[in-house]
């Protein structure tokens, strides 16, 4: 219990006095901030569902597959461009893009919904992909303004973990969705789109207050409170994995559907209970301050930031040439691997170009999959509603790439100097035996690629963002990121609308002048049996070998690198900051210690 039944909240508790400065404190505080921000990124994973309600927009619109696949390429598109809202949360708090983006979300995926229940006209198809671009846009307004906010907010640690964090609930964000989508729906899929309009718009201007940046302070032990946040977060994915298997195996009436759904947002919510904890340590160290006691460990306000540092040592002279050399004398000249590129030099750098290739290869693959992952499963002969428990199983699976490869990583370049590129190149062999379990249809062989693929997506992306920031710094690093990002859609217009969706819709038409019939206009083209994506996975297979083989360049060139120190600058400046504190806590003598109490 946090509350004390004294009025003036002494003995470490809160009294009834306290309870509303408290509260105004937990919901202005940075710990609800990143609470708030879970719970945006939990039901913002639109993106990755297009696989259970593209089925619908195929069959109601009668679309061809190279027709849908391109709808999924502007959704890639669309979640990947995103400088435009990094420029905007330059200048403005963190809540304008997600109001924009919020607004964007609801119009693109609300207009794909009239337009499947057929309560407006037809839309032309660049219209359709509009809509789709425009409601899959948001996922950058969210990256940017919960992700990009809580890492500025939370500086002092592990960034690799607070990513793959956030990033984490975005994974888990569609088998979030569609357990909603069962208690609130039932099995309406075209009311799945409906859903995905309005909720994660609601939730984004709910929390929008409470989505700021904050004073950069540094708590005691706050690495250790993040990690808790993992363990919570595992417990919710290992529930939701728990379930969808259960779900699976037994019938669910509405009313389990109720209770699983129920079971899921408590566990949802649970870190509000970290949350009021850290709210309250802040609160002790506050009263005691105020009270003239002395706080065990006070707070840390971390201003110091290493790459001013370096300029500002620098001798004038130095500094005076650095401002005469222009961008184009230098862009062939790059620094040293983790000191800070300029954007050009990275973007010109053999680096950067390696990385861009194997990426195309890595991601275009695991995206075709999820993109098609509706069509793969009716064309195997899976039951329709089985066609839910992969999309959720993808959806986990992506959060878990991304928590294990963040940590794991970590840890084994830490203690083992395991380089980063070696463990992409691994997530991209894996990731083939998805690949060739599709292709040759092996026996509930889909629920095993779903796994395979959902992981090594997540995989991918804390590894390449990391990647970036060791090799390039961190200067320009959201500029970079967003560079990098474009991968995915040209990936996926490579090998999802070129290729996947041209060789299915050749083999629909084989199938439909084997037995005599004719498509008629506006009708939808299906394909059934395993020749539907052998080839197309196949030849995604040897493309993602081959992604692989580039990115061993990448592990052949930093070998070096990843053998130092990589963190070495960092620690420098964290050991010179300590001793700056201590110097300033020697220079406070007892007598001013009195005078302050």
């Given amino acids: 219990m946090v509350a004390s039944t004294t009025g003036n909240g002494r003995g470490g508790g809160l009294g009834f006095d306290d309870i509303k400065p408290f509260t105004l404190q937990v919901f ?25 309600y593209s089925r619908e927009i195929k069959s109601v619109l009668g679309y061809d597959q190279s027709t849908l696949n391109l709808l999924s390429f502007f959704k890639d598109l669309g ?3 995103g400088f435009l809202y990094g420029l905007i949360n330059e200048v403005t708090p963190p809540c304008v893009v997600l109001t924009i983006g919020g607004a964007l979300n609801f119009f693109g995926y609300f207009m794909i919904w009239l337009a ?42 592990l960034r690799g973990v607070v990513i793959s964090l956030l990033s984490g609930y975005l994974g888990l964000s569609a088998a979030i969705i569609t357990q909603l989508y069962y208690a609130f729906y039932g099995n309406d899929s075209k009311s799945l789109i409906l859903l995905m ?14 989505i700021r940046k904050h004073k950069a302070t540094q708590q005691p032990n706050e690495a250790k409170v993040f990690y808790n946040f993992v363990y919570m977060t595992l417990g919710l994915a290992a529930f939701l994995l728990i379930i969808i298997i259960i779900q699976k195996s037994v019938h669910f009436t509405h009313t389990a559907y109720y209770g699983s759904t129920a079971a899921m947002l408590f566990l949802l919510i649970l870190p509000l209970g970290v949350v009021i904890v850290e709210e309250f340590k802040i609160w002790k160290i506050r009263k ?43 862009l062939f000249k790059p620094p040293n691997r983790g000191e800070d590129y300029t954007i ?78 070696l463990m992409l190149t691994s997530i991209l062999l894996l990731s083939c035996i998805g690949h060739l379990l599709i292709a040759f249809n092996v026996t509930n062989g889909l629920y095993v ?12 992306w804390p590894l390449l963002l990391t990647i970036k920031s060791e090799l390039f710094g961190l200067k320009h690093y959201s500029t970079l990121h967003t560079i990098g990002g474009m991968a995915s859609p040209v990936g996926s217009y490579l090998l999802n609308v070129r290729l996947t969706g041209h060789l299915y819709d050749n083999e629909a038409k084989k199938q439909m002048a084997a037995l005599g019939l004719t498509r008629k206009p506006g009708e939808e ?47 420098e400046v964290e050991t010179r900051t300590s001793e700056t504190e201590i110097g300033m806590t020697q220079k406070v003598g007892p007598s001013d210690q009195a005078r302050e109490g």
Avoid at 292 to 314: A, C, F, M, R, V
Avoid at 368 to 383: A, E, K, R
């Fill in 28 to 52: 202005t505080g940075r710990w609800f901030m990143i609470f708030s921000s879970f719970l945006i990124l939990s039901v913002s994973g639109a993106s990755y569902m297009f696989g259970l």
């Fill in 79 to 81: 979640s990947n461009i």
């Fill in 116 to 157: 499947v229940t057929k309560k407006i006209a037809k839309p032309q198809v660049w219209i359709m992909c509009l809509y789709i671009f425009v409601g899959a846009n948001s996922h950058c307004s969210t990256n940017t303004g919960a992700i990009v906010t809580t890492v500025k907010n939370f500086p002092g640690i």
């Fill in 197 to 210: 309009a309005w909720l994660p718009t609601a939730t984004s201007f709910s929390f929008l207050p409470f």
């Fill in 288 to 330: 005691m301050d105020f009270n003239g006691g002395d706080p065990p460990q006070p707070l840390k306000i971390l201003t110091e930031k290493p790459n001013q540092e370096k300029s500002e040592t620098l001798p004038l002279a130095e500094q005076t040439v650095q401002k005469q050399v222009y961008c184009w004398q230098s």
């Fill in 344 to 421: 050009f030099q990275a973007i010109f750098s053999i680096d950067m170009l390696v990385l861009f290739l194997s990426t195309v290869c890595s991601i275009g693959g695991t995206v075709t999959v999820v993109n098609n992952l509706g069509q793969i499963g009716t064309s195997l002969g899976y039951p329709a509603q089985r066609l839910t428990t992969f999309v959720s199983l993808i959806s986990i699976w992506i959060y878990f790439g991304k928590i294990v490869i963040g940590v794991s990583s970590e840890f084994l370049i830490t203690k083992f100097k395991f380089p980063r590129p």
């Fill in 449 to 460: 690629a779903s796994i395979i693929i959902g992981f090594c997506f997540g995989a991918n």
């Fill in 525 to 571: 083209l299906n394909c059934n049996g395993t020749e539907c994506f052998k080839w197309s996975f196949i030849i995604i297979t040897a493309v993602t070998i081959f992604g692989a083989l580039v990115s061993l360049i990448l592990v052949f060139r930093t070998r070096k690198f990843y053998r130092s120190d990589i963190y070495k600058k960092f620690k």
